[in-house]
């Protein structure tokens, strides 16, 4: 069910590996750690290169409508931008956005590099959506173009595989 990569990014890791961990501070300034999220569940990690930008938003809004089909099966949806917490506390905020939104702040990227899917010309995270289970496997990966809006049901596909 994996999609070949898109545009510049090489996702890593691969599918059936260890995903690498992180510590990442949300936008209410809280630092989320994503072995301690995936001792609860398995966990949709979903880089987005930037807050208000038009298919972000687009994107982000239709996770918020259907949160409800991730955590009802038990996925904590995590989501990454380059952007600072301050950005994305006001964005939270703007968008009644209720699950964690990431920031790879600083170091710039690191996260991001760290899954593959980081422009470094640009600053910004690519659009890779990545599903680890309970153990901190990578259980299924998707990355699109930049300009390449993701559609949620492939995300519904990928948890209910699990």
Not at 44 to 70: H, K, N, Q
Not at 85 to 100: M, S
Request: with cysteine; aromatic share 10%.
């Amino acid at each position: 069910m994996t999609q070949p990569a898109l545009g510049p990014f090489d996702p890593t890791p691969a599918v059936g590996e260890q995903a690498p961990d992180f510590t990442l501070r949300d936008q209410h300034g809280q630092d989320v750690t994503l072995s301690e999220v995936v001792r609860a569940g398995p966990a949709l990690i979903v880089f987005y290169p930037f807050a208000f930008s038009r298919i972000c938003t687009a994107e982000l809004r239709t996770l918020r409508d259907e949160l409800a089909s991730f955590t009802d099966a038990g996925v904590q949806v995590l989501a990454v931008s380059c952007d600072p917490t301050y950005a994305l506390k006001a964005y939270g905020a703007a968008e009644g956005i209720g699950f964690p939104l990431l920031s790879d702040f600083w170091p710039h990227g690191q996260v991001a590099e760290a899954y593959g899917v980081f422009d470094e010309r640009a600053g910004r995270a690519g659009r890779g959506t990545f599903l680890v289970d309970s153990r901190g496997v990578m259980r299924w990966a998707v990355v699109n173009a930049v300009g390449q809006a993701r559609d949620v049901a492939d995300y519904r596909a990928a948890v209910q595989s699990l």
